[in-house]
Structures are given as C-alpha cells and as structure tokens.
C-alpha cells in the first residue's frame, strides 16, 4: 500500500484457514478483485462448469456463490472465473501441458456449461455481482496432445454465441496472453476476436508472449494489443510472473499510460 498498490487481484494460492478475516481487515484501504478459484479450500479443485458429473457441478456452484458473497462483503461486487473444460481436469495438471483423455462431446459440454452459467447468473443478480468470464487458452502442445480443442471459449464464434445466450450480468474477461496463443493455435485473427467481442468486454489480463505458450512475459509499449482495447474500463489486471517489485511499479505505469492514451 505504501509503494502506491491499493489494488490486487487474487486466485489461487495456499490455503489458510481464517482468510476471509484477513482480507475484510485490509480491504478498508486496498481493492481485492476475487478472480476463478479463491480462497483456497483445504481440499483444492478445479472450477469447471462444464463438468459432466452432477457432484462436480454442484461443489463448483456452491463455491462460486461463497465467492460472489465475499466478494460483496469486500465491497467490490465483481467475480471472474475460467470458461469450462471438455474433461475434468486435476488441480495439479493446471498451467501445464495436460494428457489426452476422452472428452465429452462438445455440445453437450456447451449445453452444460451454459446451464450453469445462466443459473449462476441468477444467484448472481440476487447479489448485485457481475460476473466476468475468462477465455481459456489452447497451447500447439495441448492441440497436438488431444487432436481437438478440449476447452470452452478459445475461439470466436463459440465464444460470441455463449455471450448471446446468457444475460446482462454475463460478461468477458479477455485474457490477452490467452488470446495470443489460441490465435497462432487456430489461426485466427486477434484483433477479429477483439472487435467483434467488443459489447462484451469488461476487463482484460495482461501479459505477452511467443504465441506459442502462456508464459506471462512483461507487457512493453509494443506490445501487440494496445490499439484494440477498449479504454474506459476498470478491470485492468498485470498477470506477469518472475519479475522484480520495482518492475512492477514500471509495468504499471506502462499499463496505466498506454490505456490513458
């Protein structure tokens, strides 16, 4: 706080018994932004909406509402998670190459993902949350692996049909390092993928990098997507790993001056 950051955006972690305590303490003077999977419960999971078990879904949505809750108790009513996945995937397989395994078929993983999307939206509104989805992100290493896509909102026409099939407390959260790589993945355009999303767009993830691995590189004042985006929003979160605080402090002026032009 006294190096000027007053705003976090927090996912994942270790777990800590009391954590909710904590953070009511210290959200007075910083802004926590609740992203995917936080806090931690003592057994980790993956947040998957699309899961074809019954019990998966239902621990997922009943964490989910936790989340949204706290993140009212935090004053800042405002919930992003992942879009879903075509298998169940383990917490520890998360961020790195996965093993091919049988997918479930993609309509009906859609269908499911979208049901409970829209019903989450429903608890949601009762809150006054909004809710932000992340698109995933499909490395050449992942494709190779499975032969198809294995996840959910990755490319643009599925992920503009989600958009049109939820509701108004239903946006994106565009990870741009994400995008990236699923564009050199299926050889899409990105800035396409930017501008025909745009009405849906409340927050962006930064990074950059190869396009060939999210691999959370710094954001510099080339990078790639600063004329596409759009500049009045509030969710605008650094997910750059391995660096210095004070290279921190650098990307946030970086961040701030390139979205302020």
């Given at each position: 706080?006294?190096?000027?950051?007053?705003?976090?955006?927090?996912?994942?972690?270790?777990?800590?018994?009391?954590?909710?305590?904590?953070?009511?303490?210290?959200?007075?003077?910083?802004?926590?932004?609740?992203?995917?999977?936080?806090?931690?419960?003592?057994?980790?999971?993956?947040?998957?909406?699309?899961?074809?078990?019954?019990?998966?879904?239902?621990?997922?949505?009943?964490?989910?509402?936790?989340?949204?809750?706290?993140?009212?108790?935090?004053?800042?009513?405002?919930?992003?998670?992942?879009?879903?996945?075509?298998?169940?995937?383990?917490?520890?397989?998360?961020?790195?190459?996965?093993?091919?395994?049988?997918?479930?078929?993609?309509?009906?993983?859609?269908?499911?993902?979208?049901?409970?999307?829209?019903?989450?939206?429903?608890?949601?509104?009762?809150?006054?949350?909004?809710?932000?989805?992340?698109?995933?992100?499909?490395?050449?290493?992942?494709l190779r692996s499975f032969q198809t896509n294995p996840f959910l909102m990755v490319e643009l026409e599925e992920t503009r049909y989600i958009m049109e099939n939820t509701p108004k407390n239903i946006n994106l959260l565009i990870d741009l390092?994400?995008?990236?790589?699923?564009?050199?993945?299926?050889?899409?355009?990105?800035?396409?993928?930017?501008?025909?999303?745009?009405?849906?767009?409340?927050?962006?993830?930064?990074?950059?990098?190869?396009?060939?691995?999210?691999?959370?590189?710094?954001?510099?004042?080339?990078?790639?997507f600063w004329q596409y985006l759009k500049k009045n929003l509030s969710y605008l979160s650094l997910e750059v790993y391995d660096i210095s605080f004070q290279e921190l402090l650098r990307q946030k002026d970086i961040l701030l001056t390139k979205?302020?032009?």
């Amino acid at each position: 706080m006294e190096n000027g950051i007053t705003e976090i955006e927090i996912s994942g972690g270790l777990f800590a018994p009391n954590l909710d305590y904590f953070l009511k303490e210290y959200g007075t003077n910083i802004t926590f932004q609740l992203h995917n999977y936080f806090p931690l419960k003592r057994e980790p999971f993956v947040l998957n909406l699309a899961s074809c078990k019954p019990e998966t879904a239902e621990t997922v949505m009943a964490y989910m509402v936790k989340a949204m809750e706290l993140s009212v108790d935090l004053d800042n009513p405002v919930y992003s998670f992942h879009a879903g996945f075509l298998f169940d995937p383990l917490f520890e397989e998360l961020g790195r190459p996965m093993q091919s395994r049988s997918l479930i078929p993609r309509p009906i993983g859609l269908d499911l993902f979208l049901e409970r999307v829209n019903a989450i939206a429903g608890m949601a509104a009762q809150l006054g949350v909004e809710l932000l989805i992340e698109n995933n992100v499909v490395s050449v290493a992942n494709l190779r692996s499975f032969q198809t896509n294995p996840f959910l909102m990755v490319e643009l026409e599925e992920t503009r049909y989600i958009m049109e099939n939820t509701p108004k407390n239903i946006n994106l959260l565009i990870d741009l390092g994400h995008l990236n790589v699923n564009a050199r993945t299926f050889g899409f355009e990105r800035m396409r993928f930017l501008t025909e999303l745009n009405p849906w767009i409340k927050g962006y993830h930064f990074s950059d990098n190869d396009g060939l691995s999210d691999t959370n590189e710094v954001v510099t004042e080339n990078s790639w997507f600063w004329q596409y985006l759009k500049k009045n929003l509030s969710y605008l979160s650094l997910e750059v790993y391995d660096i210095s605080f004070q290279e921190l402090l650098r990307q946030k002026d970086i961040l701030l001056t390139k979205m302020s032009d």
